[in-house]
């Protein structure tokens, strides 16, 4: 059989009377290395005369998380527990202390009672009050997690309940642990079957000349093997940059081309910044702990470099101040406006460029900023995500250019077949409009929200003309267009699902 290389051979002698045989009883009884059946099942299964089944299964095992879940309980049902205990409600600076729970656990442990809907917020005498919704009862994921205490479990022979159990453990950090297995087996087809019977002995061959073949003379008597020029190789992968950096890349390219110039900032911002000049309330929901990242260390920021600023933005929360509102008629402390937070929104970089002496009029601005908000991490949220946020800044802009501007970005960044405009509500903008679109096979996703910036932001920040602004998740806007269904691929390390991502 010299169209056969000695490797074949061995392997077709091996599975001549069973025909199937998993890997390894394939291994041991050709006396070969794993490698060198793995190259000749690939050369067979080229010529047909083999088959390489693969039989892949999931092992599901607790992670050190999870089994801190099966010893003290999920974080949400520790909480609610705690909560039912203090007749049902609670005030959120009290939760720690009611239920042991550290901030950053209390926090997680919000998230997911309310997606459990075991717990609503309440607003009492202007403090944020928790209220035990319904009695919690026993989730799928907690029914998974004490399967998991017993041992191991197959992620393919799990039944549906305890499949919503997995979904929604997957989405917390070092609670569930997952390993690959894949069983080979190595099957004969009737051609190869043919083949492997006409095998009667397997003569060596020799891959090259050696010295010592040369000089003993036995070079003469050897066969040199034969080389199969069309045999598969194993792929290879050429460096590339990561998807989502190189669309992020791109992007800033096209808005600079369009004449936009970027905005910057530091990632720790001060309140006034993200909330203050873009006239949101003192008390404002989103400025709770469960909407935002307050900085532990040191809790507060130098606002001297901005007094002037300070001062209108105070007297226009106050009483409206020379803007024609009647401001929010609620004491305003500086105190607050100076705490430290991670930025929750790219409109931070707006107010800080609105304040800046450079501000050009006409001018264009942009930024894709990383944002931070405490969320349950699944399939459609992160803690920490990117926002592409912009401002036009001129004497003749209407809302009929801010809609222009937002159909152009989802119709040329992500490639959206439609457009739709709805009515929508910010502090700091008004008219305001959320921005959705639609792409075949992938369905109308939300992007985010615009409008024209109010005079209770503009004049206290030294700007008397129109401004319109926007903030769109760019997660979303790469998702769109590479057809992705799930946000944390964007910043996954899989090598293969990286691989397979195209250079455009």
């Not at 040191?298 to 101040?321: A, I, M």
Request: charged share 30%.
């Amino acid at each position: 059989m010299a169209e056969f290389h000695q490797l074949e051979i061995k392997l077709l002698q091996a599975l001549r009377e069973d025909c199937r045989l998993s890997f390894e009883e394939v291994k041991d009884k050709a006396c070969i290395s794993g490698d060198s059946v793995s190259r000749a099942a690939l050369w067979l299964s080229s010529k047909n005369l083999l088959k390489i089944e693969r039989k892949q299964r999931t092992i599901v095992q607790l992670g050190s998380e999870g089994k801190r879940f099966v010893k003290e309980g999920v974080l949400e049902r520790i909480l609610v527990q705690s909560i039912l205990e203090a007749d049902g409600k609670s005030l959120i600076e009290d939760l720690s202390k009611i239920s042991g729970l550290s901030d950053e656990d209390v926090k997680i442990a919000i998230g997911w009672a309310r997606r459990k809907k075991w717990l609503r917020f309440k607003k009492e005498e202007g403090k944020t009050v928790l209220l035990v919704q319904s009695t919690p009862d026993v989730e799928p994921d907690e029914k998974l997690l004490e399967v998991l205490n017993k041992g191991y479990v197959i992620l393919e022979e799990l039944d549906n309940e305890l499949l919503t159990g997995l979904e929604a453990l997957k989405s917390r950090p070092n609670v569930l642990v997952f390993k690959e297995e894949a069983d080979r087996f190595l099957a004969l087809t009737d051609k190869g079957l043919e083949a492997a019977k006409k095998i009667t002995k397997i003569k060596e061959e020799a891959s090259q000349l050696t010295p010592e073949l040369i000089q003993s003379g036995n070079w003469r008597q050897i066969k040199l093997r034969k080389y199969n020029i069309k045999a598969p190789v194993s792929n290879t992968w050429p460096g590339k940059k990561q998807p989502y950096k190189r669309f992020l890349d791109e992007l800033k390219e096209k808005l600079v081309a369009f004449g936009f110039k970027e905005m910057a900032g530091s990632i720790v911002e001060l309140m006034f910044f993200n909330c203050d000049a873009l006239f949101m309330p003192q008390d404002h929901p989103a400025r709770e702990i469960h909407d935002i990242y307050l900085v532990k260390e040191p809790r507060h920021g130098d606002l001297s470099s901005y007094r002037k600023f300070v001062g209108n933005v105070k007297n226009t929360h106050q009483d409206g101040w020379k803007t024609g509102s009647t401001g929010w008629k609620s004491r305003y402390s500086i105190r607050e406006a100076s705490s430290l937070v991670l930025r929750s929104h790219g409109t931070a970089l707006s107010a800080r460029t609105l304040v800046n002496k450079g501000l050009e009029i006409p001018g264009k601005y942009f930024s894709i900023s990383r944002c931070y908000r405490p969320d349950v991490v699944d399939r459609s949220h992160l803690t920490e995500f990117n926002q592409i946020e912009g401002i036009v800044v001129g004497k003749e802009l209407t809302f009929r250019d801010l809609l222009g501007v937002l159909d152009k970005f989802a119709r040329e960044v992500a490639e959206a077949d439609k457009v739709r405009f709805r009515p929508d509500y910010f502090p700091f903008t008004e008219p305001s409009v959320e921005l959705s679109a639609f792409k075949k096979g992938y369905g109308w996703v939300e992007f985010g929200g615009a409008g024209l910036f109010r005079p209770e932001v503009c004049l206290p920040l030294g700007v008397d003309v129109p401004v319109i602004a926007w903030g769109l998740g760019v997660d979303r806007l790469f998702m769109m267009k590479g057809e992705i269904d799930d946000i944390r691929s964007l910043f996954t390390r899989d090598l293969e699902w990286l691989r397979r991502q195209g250079l455009r």
